[in-house]
Structures are given as C-alpha cells and as structure tokens.
Nanobody
C-alpha cells in the first residue's frame, strides 16, 4: 500500500528557498514514477515536476524550470522538491503523487496515489 506524506512547507519571503519532502511508508517506492503538483486557491491543480523510477529522467514545468529541482532517494523512500528563488505566484498547496505504471506524465489524472499536501506561502 502506498501512503505518501509531504513535509517541508511553510512561509518564506520572495527570493527564498524551501525543500519539500514526500515519504512513502510502503515497500514499493522504487516501482513508481513520482510527481509534484500544486494548487492555488481558485485554480486547477497544475504540474510542477516529475521523476522516473531510477531518478535518471526528470521533467519540470516551464514556470519553475531553473528554479525548482525534483530528486529522489529510493533507499529512503523519499522524493524531494528543492525550490529556489521563490515568487509570490508559487504560493499553493503542493502535492506529491505516485504513478505505478512508471510513466513520467504531466497530467494529474495519470497518477494513482496522492499525499495530503503541504502549504507553501511566499510573501512579497
């Protein structure tokens, strides 16, 4: 069973950094492609980044490219999102998700399991 728990969110000033973590309590973490999505109030959930099972392939949304980096440590059952040069428009609830097919998709409907989300607020 996959249970994803995010952590690391918080309040940060514009230009600052945060690192989000998402840990799976199950035993099959390395079998899944992992993704990060975010949802701001009144907006649809949007793709942020995704990473392949081994970590060798990543994709990032254009809006975060060069500022955010997704990575994973399969030994720790954890996927990370390093967020630098944060902007007020990055404010959202951030969710991690797992895709058991291993496909590194950008659509939320492609993912099978979701965490509960962690709030990131960037002040100007």
């Amino acid at each position: 069973q996959v249970q994803l728990v995010e952590s690391g969110g918080g309040l940060v000033q514009a230009g600052g950094s945060l690192r989000l973590s998402c840990t799976d309590s199950g035993r099959t973490f390395s079998h899944y492609a992992m993704g990060w999505f975010r949802q701001a109030p009144g907006k649809e959930r949007e793709f942020v980044a995704t990473i392949s099972r081994s970590g060798s392939i990543t994709k990032h949304a254009d809006s975060v490219k060069g500022r955010f980096t997704i990575s994973r440590d399969n030994a720790k059952n954890t996927v990370y999102l390093q967020m630098n040069s944060l902007k007020p428009e990055d404010t959202a609830v951030y969710y991690c998700a797992a895709d058991f097919t291993g496909w590194i998709g950008v659509g939320a409907d492609e993912y099978d399991y979701w965490g509960q989300g962690t709030q990131v607020t960037v002040s100007s």
